[in-house]
């Protein structure tokens, strides 16, 4: 009996964690629709963005024309290596 106890609560325990990180996944993914970072100044940028770049089939976000500028003169400076890696 103690057995079947500590099983039904366990099984309650972990469906109530798994439905909860699915809305934290559901959630960060509509910010990450909505939000993006600047890659020249790092700065968060809202939708939609005043200032955007495409460059290899990625588009760029940016908080001001001197960072679209800066970033439209040499995009690889500011990409990261795991964004070059998405992008090739």
Known sequence: M???LIICIFAIGFGSF???NAKEIKWQSVLSDSIKVDPVCKMKVKSPAKYTSIYQKMEYWFC????QLKFDKNPNAFLTNKESQKEN
Request: glycine content about 10%; some cysteine.
């Open 18 to 20: 798994y439905n909860s």
């Open 2 to 4: 103690k057995t079947i």
């Open 64 to 67: 001001a024309k001197g960072c």
